[in-house]
Every structure is written in C-alpha cells, then in structure tokens.
Nanobody, 121 residues
Framework: QVQLVESGGGLVQAGGSLRLSCAAS????????MGWYRQAPGKQRELVAG???????NYADSVKGRFTISRDNAKNTVYLQMNSLKPEDTAVYYC????????WGNGRDYWGQGTQVTVSS
C-alpha cells in the first residue's frame, strides 16, 4: 500500500504565505506524477498544480504567478509554496499521486487525507 501524508496547512491573513508538503511512503516502485487539488465548501475538487518528475509543471490559472510546485524525487515528496494568498484560496488541499508499485504494474491514483488552508481577509 501507499500512503500520502500532508502537512503545512493553517490559518493565514490575506497576502501571506504557506508551504504545503506531501510525503509518499509504502510500496513504491515509481511515481509518475504528483500534484495538489483543492475543494472549497460547495464546490467541486479542482486541480491547483501538478508536476511530472519535478520537471514539467502545470497550474490552475487562478494560482499562476502566486503558487509554485516542486518535487524532491529522492524523498518522494511534493511541495506547494503558496504566496500572496487570497480569501478565495480557502479550501481543503489534497495531495494526489499516480504511483506504480511494481515494474509491471500500471500507475494507480492515491490521495492524501487533506489539509485545511484558511485565508482571512
């Protein structure tokens, strides 16, 4: 099995910064991609940022220029640096990874438990 453990959420004032971390552990042969999603109350879960092996990255338009995703492949960890936070960034942030547990297996989706980010105005 594979576990994703997130940390770094919290309460911050508008304009502030937070850094989220997500570490993958367990029976990992390889990680195809890692990323962050978020879900605000009453809204659908949406992609915030993603990365493939830490080289190729993509961002939601709403966070471009403010958020930066990075990955430490040696530690199987992905980070999300969030700057210039806005109240509309308030949501539960979920770590996501596509993980292969064997050489022959296909990648499977795994999710973290979620971490709350609250931005006050």
């Amino acid at each position: 099995q594979v576990q994703l453990v997130e940390s770094g959420g919290g309460l911050v004032q508008a304009g502030g910064s937070l850094r989220l971390s997500c570490a993958a552990s367990g029976s990992i042969f390889g990680i195809d991609s890692m990323g962050w999603y978020r879900q605000a109350p009453g809204k659908q879960r949406e992609l915030v940022a993603g990365t493939i092996s830490g080289r190729s990255t993509n961002y939601a338009d709403s966070v471009k220029g403010r958020f930066t995703i990075s990955r430490d492949n040696a530690k199987n960890t992905v980070y999300l640096q969030m700057n210039s936070l806005k109240p509309e960034d308030t949501a539960v942030y979920y770590c996501h990874a596509i993980v292969r547990t064997s050489f022959w297996g296909n990648g499977r989706d795994y999710w973290g438990q979620g971490t709350q980010v609250t931005v006050s105005s």
